[in-house]
């Protein structure tokens, strides 16, 4: 069942949305060389205990903090660690979610530390891009997997590949809700999926592979990671489908 909501409820949505994003921010430019994951999930955790926001990941399956990390080839949920210290040339994933007035927001940037590969920078453009792409395909017109086939077709197109382990989701009164959004066209998905209709709103998260598309988990459990060792990047906005078209609700305002 999918949850359209109403506009009081998107005014509560927005107000999530930007807690994220002004997290996001803050993280992204903490984000240095010599800075640990640890360190930039405590600074989540300090924003929230002032704001009094509730972080959306932590407790979630048991997950231990409220910030997602993922170094390198890592893809999605690396835990926070004050062994991993960021360093020149490295990709980082920071992944955030709160729960404010009863809903969730959830978003994702992959940001640069100090000077990196231009493979590295060519990823992060197109994984970028490709979840904006997405996001103009958000209209009434279309189906869920017109967005997926917009972010696939892009992503391929320039080289890299689509994670299939992981997909972006409906999330509203809980992180989670349907539909799914994949960024794949999937083998059962000649309909098209479902009609995207006013009042749906849907975290959209591209992962994007240098090499193959195929993941493994780490022992610890969370941290997925590429089978092949090479480059991975995220991004992820959570966006609200309006009468008057897509509506970002954890876009950044730099
Ligand atoms: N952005 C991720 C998601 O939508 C983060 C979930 S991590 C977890 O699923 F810890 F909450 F599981
Ligand atoms: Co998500």
Not at 49 to 57: D, N, P, V
Not at 229 to 243: I, N, P, R, W
Request: aromatic content about 6%.
């Amino acid at each position: 069942m999918i949850r359209l909501k109403n506009r009081e409820e998107l005014k509560r949505m927005r107000v999530a949305g930007r807690v994220v994003s002004e997290v996001l921010m803050r993280l992204e430019e903490e984000a240095k060389e010599g800075v640990t994951t640890w360190e930039l999930n405590e600074i989540a955790e300090k924003i929230c205990a002032t704001g009094g926001f509730k972080a959306a990941f932590k407790g979630y399956a048991n997950y231990p903090a409220s910030v997602c990390f993922a170094l390198n080839e890592e893809i999605v949920h690396g835990i926070p660690s004050k062994k991993k210290v960021l360093k020149d040339g490295d990709i980082v994933g920071i992944d955030f979610g709160v729960l404010l007035n009863g809903y969730y927001a959830d978003s994702a940037i992959t940001v640069a530390v100090g000077k990196i590969r231009p493979v590295a920078e060519k990823l992060l453009r197109v994984t970028r891009d490709s979840l904006y792409r997405g996001i103009d395909m958000v209209k009434s017109s279309n189906r869920v997997l017109d967005i997926s086939k917009e972010i696939q077709t892009y992503v391929e197109k320039e080289g890299f590949s689509i994670v299939r382990d992981f997909v972006g989701h409906g999330i509203g009164r809980e992180l989670h809700e349907e539909p799914q959004v994949p960024n794949f066209i999937p083998p059962n998905g000649k309909g098209g999926g479902i009609r995207l209709r006013s009042g749906m709103v849907m975290a959209i998260e591209p992962m994007v592979n240098e090499g193959s598309e195929k993941t493994k988990i780490l022992e610890d459990g969370w941290t997925a990671v590429t089978y092949d060792g090479k480059l991975s990047a995220h991004f992820e906005h959570t966006v609200a489908l309006t009468d008057n078209g897509p509506e970002i609700l954890t876009e950044r305002i730099h």
